[in-house]
């Protein structure tokens, strides 16, 4: 069409210089009767037939416009929108840049064949409201993607299209970046939810699991204090008893009636004139070395006050008058100690058993130490000394009189092991001496009766198991016996008042009624970076010290 031919003439003024086929463009030629070469013309009644006709003519139209390879350079030219019958546009491998516009083209709706490629057009690729073609289209180029920080597929590289566009490439915004606040809330407040979260629920467990136990053990203790009570006020004070009475219901001191002996002296079952069962303890202090004097008997006078649902009740003593050894009467208790417990070849005692005498005898020793005044310090706490009433409730036995009666050293000895080193140090007992002790007890109660036996050498295996303890091998320390039937959580429990209470500075080992509040879960272990000095720790280790060997400890016999 004239219109046409005009977009040509112009077509041809603007690419004439480059060396291509636009140079055979004559004017004297009819652009579509020449035809010019790479222009193809049809009639408009039938465009897909490609027919020479003259290019003023209204009915003769440009259907096909075939540069390649030109060296056409400069941007795509708009007047070229001026072509719109154009089926075939192929400006493939020139040297043409800037942007190739949608609107472009949108004039092209008959357009069925397009190529572009190896040119260096920048922008995006352009998305045709009509037309979709081959990929092929565009390769080669500099078109950059969506977000222009890197070229789409398939373009030339980078140094090439800057070298001959002025292209600009933002820098690529990374993934985190973009999304850094999610990543925060994810990296941060999540874990924080999540923690937040499980606190609750530990707090909620541990705070439900002390409520409890405290219930339980209060409801417990202050049943046996009031059924105590009422039998106390049954029972008689404290009082004297002729030898002639303790024979009498020791049957002389009958070798059936032998309850067990210790470094003191024989214990016997006794029943007196009103019915009541006792057990007569004898102090031999010929050969234990006792030294009995007026000091020892006002101690006992005092033990005799003393009323408690854990402690062994005083019910009389014999001066020894006449040449007699003097003599102890106290409550009989019908399931002898913890001693006997241990090493009876019965059935073992349970675990929740020996938890339940682990609690009673640390009430019994924080009565005596924390509710008496002056404070009461037993002084010889081991597992002969904490016997075991009809329901196995711990009762602490035999108090005060290592302390009073000044025991020889044999005495002393046969129950190294359970006393404090401290006190083998400075000859003085404190509280923290039981609490020392009663750390000894409770890793008896852990580890059964083996930590009880020697080894062949002679010496009790108490140095092997402290150290299992200190290398926190729990499963090995337990109790064979057990059969793997305890709690672990107590057990552990157990292990660690064990530490607390056996550090070598008295003054680091909790009070009794901490340990009693740590059994009964109402308060927590102090945390372990104040467990540094228990007795096995090898710095200051009680266990590296020489006389913790050989004979510093008593065989099974003197336990
Ligand atoms: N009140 C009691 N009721 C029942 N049995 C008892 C009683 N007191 C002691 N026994 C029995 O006698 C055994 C020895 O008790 P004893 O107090 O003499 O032992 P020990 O503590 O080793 O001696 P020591 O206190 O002289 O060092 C205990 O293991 C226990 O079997």
Not at 100 to 107: I, Q
Request: charged letters at 15%; glycine letters at 6%.
């Amino acid at each position: 069409t004239p219109s046409e031919a005009a977009v040509l003439a112009q077509l041809r003024d603007m690419w004439k210089a480059a060396p291509s086929v636009v140079k055979l463009w004559v004017e004297a030629v009819d652009a579509c009767h020449g035809p010019w070469p790479g222009i193809g013309c049809a009639l408009t009644d039938d465009l897909t037939v490609q027919t020479p006709c003259s290019v003023l003519n209204s009915t003769c139209t440009v259907v096909t416009l075939k540069i390649p390879n030109g060296n056409l350079t400069g941007e795509i030219p708009l007047i070229l929108a001026g072509l719109s019958n154009l089926q075939h546009l192929d400006l493939r491998g020139n040297l043409l840049n800037g942007r190739v516009t949608p609107e472009l083209l949108d004039s092209f709706p008959m357009l069925s064949f397009l190529d572009l490629s190896l040119n260096y057009f920048t922008g995006t690729i352009p998305r045709a409201r009509n037309t979709s073609f081959e990929y092929d289209t565009w390769s080669r180029n500099c078109f950059s993607s969506e977000n222009s920080c890197h070229l789409a597929p398939q373009m030339r590289s980078v140094a090439e299209c800057r070298q001959q566009t002025s292209l600009q490439l933002q820098p690529c915004v990374s993934w985190t970046r973009t999304h850094l606040l999610l990543l925060i809330v994810v990296v941060l407040v999540c874990p924080v939810i999540v923690i937040a979260a499980l606190s609750a629920i530990a707090i909620y467990y541990w705070r439900s699991r002390s409520l409890q136990a405290a219930h339980f053990w209060q409801l417990r203790s202050s049943m046996r204090a009031d059924v105590e009570e009422q039998a106390g006020s049954q029972r008689n004070v404290c009082r004297q008893f002729s030898y002639q009475e303790l024979d009498a219901a020791t049957n002389s001191f009958h070798q059936n009636a032998l309850l067990g002996a210790g470094a003191t002296g024989f214990v016997f079952q006794g029943k007196l004139d009103d019915g009541t069962t006792v057990a007569v303890k004898q102090l031999d202090t010929r050969n234990s070395g006792m030294l009995i004097n007026d000091e020892f008997w006002n101690e006992v006078k005092v033990r005799g006050a003393i009323q408690h649902p854990n402690v062994v009740t005083l019910r009389g003593f014999f001066k020894g008058i006449g040449g007699s050894d003097p003599m102890l009467v106290c409550e009989f208790m019908p399931n002898g100690s913890v001693l006997d417990a241990l090493l009876s070849d019965n059935t073992p005692l349970r675990w929740p058993r020996r938890y339940s005498i682990a609690h009673g005898a640390a009430l019994g020793l924080e009565y005596l130490h924390e509710h008496c005044t002056p404070a009461i310090i037993h002084g010889n706490l081991k597992p002969s000394n904490i016997l075991l009433d009809r329901d196995f409730t711990a009762r602490v036995g035999h108090f005060g009189s290592v302390r009073v009666a000044k025991v020889s050293q044999r005495a002393v000895v046969s129950t190294l092991g359970f006393v404090d080193p401290e006190y083998g140090v400075t000859g003085k007992l404190t509280e923290k001496s039981d609490v020392f002790s009663y750390g000894m007890l409770l890793l008896v109660l852990v580890s059964g009766r083996r930590m009880l036996e020697s080894q062949p050498s002679g010496k009790p295996q108490l140095l092997t198991w402290m150290q299992l303890l200190a290398k926190a091998e729990l499963s090995e320390l337990v109790d064979p016996r057990l059969e793997g039937n305890f709690d672990k959580h107590e057990v552990s429990l157990c292990a660690q008042i064990v530490l607390l209470c056996t550090r070598i500075q008295p003054e680091l080992r909790p009070s009794m009624s901490e340990v009693r509040r740590i059994l009964e879960g109402i308060m927590p272990v102090p945390n372990s970076g104040s467990l540094d000095t228990p007795v096995t720790s090898s710095h200051t280790s009680f266990v590296s010290m020489s006389h913790f060997s050989g004979s510093f400890y008593g065989t099974s016999d003197s336990l």
